[in-house]
């Protein structure tokens, strides 16, 4: 509480419930919809935060909580972005209105760097590293309710913190289908590697081969023969040849679906690649058609083809013979300008 | 917003009609649209446009760049146009491009700053194509009406600047496109008032040469100045500007004996103070008469003797200068006095009169003349 010069108390400006900063964030999304400005959506967090917890107690998760609020506060701030933000639990969400997904970039980036280099701490010591998550409104999915465009930083922030944390995530179009391939990726990799460390194991247990059928067989043949110390031997050196055999065989088999899932996982890795990219490419597309969308397409000439003079003109004979001078006056005029500029040329 | 966002955008985008980066990019684009005809009247005071789509605009030949950042943040354009250059001519550099009804940078009266001159041109060239609401997808054909004896240069200048903005363009005169405009191409003596200059054209029913038309400059600037002259000269003490005293003209002419009295307020050591000033409007307004009279009769004299007395009784009054109030009664008592004859008719549309002489010269120019020109 502070006073003014005669000593009675200044107001403090009322401080709003969640449930209150919501309903005006809502209004704002509604206002940013209706009059087609873009609205950003930040979502941040603190990298395991329940690791802290456990670590420093119960108290530590609100400390840390309370400075991302901060370090939010803060650099927005000092580069000059307004929005209004409101922390419940572990998250803290931010709403920027008249923001470009660039600028809400640019914000992004420079809390990174601000966590970075102020290496905030928890009571152990442990420095804090933060991820955020941000979507825009620019989206169908993201524009046509707020929760919606909360949801969409939800997952953003989601993708942030698994994909290592510390990092800075935008939601954007088709976000849904690479995520779809990265959890397809994940299980196919998981598949390989089971697949291949059964082949591997397989594979280099000679000694299964042992009961292998055409070890069988070649036993059960000499089975049948008079077993002397010569036909013992050759029965090994048999067996040994056809152990080797199936075994450089079973390794050649081995290592070609080896190669064929490296080369299936590779591919996805490409698709993920390739539709990151167009992502890019489409979000500039969408800036570029949202900054033209002020633009007059034209009002369209009531002529679909060159009309000239009409035949039943009583006039006619002598408009052409006018319209055939001034189109002659004007070739001419060009002319000579060509002329002229090619003589100084 | 579906997932083909890409394909969604590219069906989608329109495009800045209005603007064309050269006339062989424009050519390379197919344009299958339709045919937008432009009939353009470059005005020295103002500059009107008549389309084909039903468009038609006239702005005030004035061009504005914001002076610097503060200006152009408060001003929130880089370019200002017609009134509203006007209006925040203080910020701005301010230009008006034309003078005499041509290019001020090409006139042979000095001028410090060609280039801003050739500039603001070419940016009031296409901004008034772009008032006209062009479509991307349709071919735009011009016809840009040029004094009577406007010269090669300047006329290599209009075209050079309109060339950014149109598929194809023509120059023609501007007296005549008004003729043209009404159908009126026999025995007809058009005077066409401006603000730089007024244009006599001589029509008989061909398409008229160096001989049937004449400029002079006794026009609208020239009423401005005199007006401002004999209210100098009556009221002293009086603070005004050119641009004020337009736009007194503009509001009170008239040239009847029985016009109203024109009371203006006027500052005097910053207070406004009233001046009658109904004399000095009828005398400067008056001073254009025997200039045009002259240039009627010059053209009445040369004409076929046995067609003369038609054309004295078929003299068409265009342009901004005929909305002077009684001018066509001044020029018919002159006429009488010195030629014996005279009836002057004052066109409908005094704006628009020019440029829609020109759309429809553009309507009617055959297709492959349009071609050629490209």
């Known amino acids: 509480?502070?006073?003014?010069?005669?000593?009675?108390?200044?107001?403090?400006?009322?401080?709003?419930?969640?449930?209150?900063?919501?309903?005006?964030?809502?209004?704002?999304?509604?206002?940013?919809?209706?009059?087609?400005?873009?609205?950003?959506?930040?979502?941040?967090?603190?990298?395991?935060?329940?690791?802290?917890?456990?670590?420093?107690?119960?108290?530590?998760?609100?400390?840390?909580?309370?400075?991302?609020?901060?370090?939010?506060?803060?650099?927005?701030?000092e580069h000059g972005f307004i929005g209004m933000a409101v922390q419940?639990?572990?998250?803290?969400?931010?709403?920027?209105?008249?923001?470009?997904?660039?600028?809400?970039?640019?914000?992004?980036?420079?809390?990174?760097?601000?966590?970075?280099?102020?290496?905030?701490?928890?009571?152990?010591?442990?420095?804090?590293?933060?991820?955020?998550?941000?979507?825009?409104?620019?989206?169908?999915?993201?524009?046509?309710?707020?929760?919606?465009?909360?949801?969409?930083?939800?997952?953003?922030?989601?993708?942030?913190?698994?994909?290592?944390?510390?990092?800075?995530?935008?939601?954007?179009?088709?976000?849904?289908?690479?995520?779809?391939?990265?959890?397809?990726?994940?299980?196919?990799?998981?598949?390989?590697?089971?697949?291949?460390?059964?082949?591997?194991?397989?594979?280099?247990?000679?000694?299964?081969?042992?009961?292998?059928?055409?070890?069988?067989?070649?036993?059960?043949?000499?089975?049948?023969?008079?077993?002397?110390?010569?036909?013992?031997?050759?029965?090994?050196?048999?067996?040994?040849?056809?152990?080797?055999?199936?075994?450089?065989?079973?390794?050649?088999?081995?290592?070609?679906?080896?190669?064929?899932?490296?080369?299936?996982?590779?591919?996805?890795?490409?698709?993920?690649?390739?539709?990151?990219?167009?992502?890019g490419v489409t979000e500039e597309e969408l800036a570029r058609v949202m900054a033209m969308k002020m633009v007059d397409p034209g009002v369209a000439s009531i002529f679909k083809t060159v009309q000239g003079l009409r035949g039943d003109d009583a006039t006619v004979q002598a408009k052409k013979a006018m319209m055939s001078t001034i189109f002659e006056q004007n070739l001419a005029f060009q002319k000579n300008k060509d002329t002229q500029a090619v003589a100084v040329g | 917003m579906t997932k083909n966002t890409t394909a969604d955008i590219g069906e989608t985008t329109g495009g800045n009609a209005a603007t064309k980066t050269s006339g062989t990019n424009a050519n390379a684009t197919k344009k299958d649209g339709g045919v937008l005809y432009l009939g353009v009247d470059l005005g020295t005071s103002r500059t009107s446009i008549a389309a084909s789509n039903g468009q038609r605009v006239t702005i005030s030949s004035h061009v504005g760049y914001p002076k610097d950042v503060v200006a152009r943040k408060l001003l929130g354009k880089d370019i200002l146009f017609g009134d509203e250059a006007l209006q925040h001519r203080l910020s701005c550099r301010f230009y008006r491009p034309l003078a005499s009804g041509v290019l001020k940078a090409t006139s042979n009266t000095q001028t410090n700053d060609v280039e801003g001159n050739m500039k603001a041109a070419a940016d009031l060239i296409r901004e008034i194509i772009r008032l006209a609401k062009p479509r991307s997808d349709e071919l735009v054909y011009a016809v840009i009406g040029v004094p009577a004896e406007a010269a090669i240069h300047h006329k290599d200048a209009i075209i050079k600047a309109a060339r950014e903005s149109v598929d194809s363009v023509m120059l023609c005169s501007e007296p005549f496109s008004v003729a043209y405009g009404l159908d009126m191409l026999d025995d007809v003596l058009v005077i066409d008032i401006g603000a730089g200059t007024t244009d006599l054209c001589r029509m008989h029913g061909t398409m008229p040469e160096e001989s049937d038309q004449l400029t002079n400059t006794y026009a609208g600037d020239y009423v401005d100045n005199r007006l401002a002259e004999l209210i100098q000269k009556r009221y002293p003490q009086a603070q005004f500007t050119t641009q004020m005293v337009k736009e007194i003209k503009e509001k009170f002419s008239n040239i009847s004996d029985t016009m109203p009295t024109v009371v203006v307020d006027l500052p005097v050591n910053g207070k406004p103070t009233p001046f009658d000033i109904t004399d000095e409007i009828r005398t400067a307004c008056r001073s254009i008469v025997p200039h045009m009279v002259d240039g009627l009769a010059k053209l009445i004299a040369t004409f076929d003797p046995e067609f003369q007395e038609r054309l004295k009784n078929r003299v068409l009054l265009a342009g901004g200068g005929s909305m002077i109030k009684g001018l066509d009664t001044a020029i018919e008592r002159e006429m009488h006095e010195r030629l014996g004859a005279g009836k002057v008719l004052r066109i409908e549309e005094p704006v628009y009169g020019g440029s829609n002489g020109a759309l429809k010269i553009a309507h009617d120019m055959p297709g492959e003349y349009w071609e050629k020109l490209k």
């Open chain 1, 1 to 77: 509480m502070t006073s003014d010069t005669n000593g009675t108390a200044a107001r403090q400006a009322p401080r709003l419930s969640i449930t209150q900063m919501l309903g005006v964030i809502r209004v704002e999304f509604h206002r940013a919809r209706t009059q087609r400005y873009p609205l950003c959506c930040l979502m941040i967090a603190v990298d395991g935060l329940d690791a802290v917890a456990a670590r420093d107690g119960w108290q530590a998760k609100a400390t840390s909580m309370s400075a991302a609020y901060d370090l939010l506060k803060r650099i927005a701030r």
């Open chain 1, 88 to 279: 419940s639990g572990d998250r803290i969400m931010a709403v920027f209105p008249n923001t470009p997904t660039d600028r809400m970039g640019q914000l992004g980036n420079y809390l990174l760097e601000a966590g970075r280099a102020l290496a905030i701490t928890s009571a152990s010591g442990q420095a804090l590293v933060f991820s955020l998550g941000a979507s825009h409104n620019l989206l169908a999915e993201t524009n046509s309710s707020f929760e919606g465009l909360v949801e969409s930083a939800g997952r953003a922030l989601h993708l942030a913190t698994q994909s290592g944390g510390g990092r800075y995530v935008m939601w954007r179009e088709a976000e849904s289908e690479i995520e779809a391939l990265r959890v397809d990726l994940a299980a196919a990799s998981k598949s390989f590697r089971a697949e291949q460390e059964t082949l591997e194991e397989e594979a280099g247990d000679a000694g299964g081969l042992q009961r292998a059928e055409l070890v069988d067989k070649i036993q059960r043949i000499f089975s049948t023969v008079t077993r002397t110390p010569e036909i013992e031997r050759l029965e090994s050196q048999i067996v040994e040849l056809a152990v080797a055999e199936l075994y450089e065989e079973r390794r050649k088999a081995v290592a070609a679906q080896m190669r064929e899932h490296a080369r299936q996982v590779d591919k996805l890795e490409r698709r993920i690649a390739k539709l990151t990219s167009v992502i």
